[in-house]
């Protein structure tokens, strides 16, 4: 599977962060159909990540090769990403190289709940994002924001790209065979970063491109 794929993904059905239901249980409610959910959102009311500023941070790490928005059209610069009421300009915003400073914003500004939200079975966005700001530049971070435009609006993170130096003289094969020491490679990652991934991911390769500064690192990648 190929991790530049364009796709406009929505949440499993049984995804994360839904409220407790009312009277101190544990129960998750139904989900409101119609209206209700349309005002209300996925983690909040519809435009809260307008409201958080979450697509000035997206908009700094914008993936241009993903993105279905092109900026020459809308005669914006240089983002190419929120218009002059500062919503995107697309539903579905792909970003990659997201750094520290980024990640520490979005710990910032995100509720709780959407910091539960997890690409299928991947690591949850919380983790994830305090891994990106521990490591210090190590660690970089590329998934997608879903807008406004639909009710599950929120930030998903599906991918890691990791270059700690004691881990990139492990080998990792595409036939996975006996040699291969992918499972090794996931669970230092795993562990070191407190990840609660529920799968190894989909994709395990060695990566340096310009947005990795050329710098060559580990990238992982869940379907």
């Not at 409201?51 to 941070?57: D, H, L, M, R």
């Not at 879903?146 to 929120?154: L, N, V, Y």
């Amino acid at each position: 599977m190929s991790a530049s794929a364009t796709t406009r993904p929505r949440p499993a059905a049984t995804g994360t962060g839904n409220p407790a239901a009312p009277g101190g249980t544990d129960a998750v409610p139904v989900a409101e159909p119609g209206p209700a959910r349309e005002a209300r959102g996925l983690y909040g009311p519809r435009g809260w990540t307008v409201s958080a500023g979450v697509w000035e941070v997206l908009g700094r790490c914008r993936d241009h090769l993903r993105s279905t928005a092109i900026p020459a059209a809308h005669g914006i610069a240089p983002q190419g990403l929120i218009g002059d009421d500062g919503v995107p300009l697309d539903d579905y915003t792909p970003f990659h190289a997201m750094g520290p400073d980024g990640a520490r914003r979005l710990l910032e500004v995100l509720p709780a709940q959407a910091l539960e939200d997890r690409q299928n079975l991947a690591p949850s966005l919380g983790p994830l994002l305090r891994a990106c700001v521990g490591a210090e530049g190590r660690v970089l971070l590329s998934g997608y924001g879903i807008g406004p435009q639909r009710d599950d609006e929120r930030v998903t993170v599906e991918a890691l790209w990791v270059a700690d130096p004691d881990l990139q003289d492990m080998e990792v094969t595409e036939e996975h065979g006996p040699a291969c020491r992918c499972r090794e490679l996931w669970g230092a990652v795993r562990r070191r970063y407190e990840l609660d991934a529920e799968a190894v991911p989909d994709e395990i390769r060695r990566v340096g491109a310009a947005w990795t500064g050329g710098a060559t690192g580990w990238w992982l990648w869940w379907d």
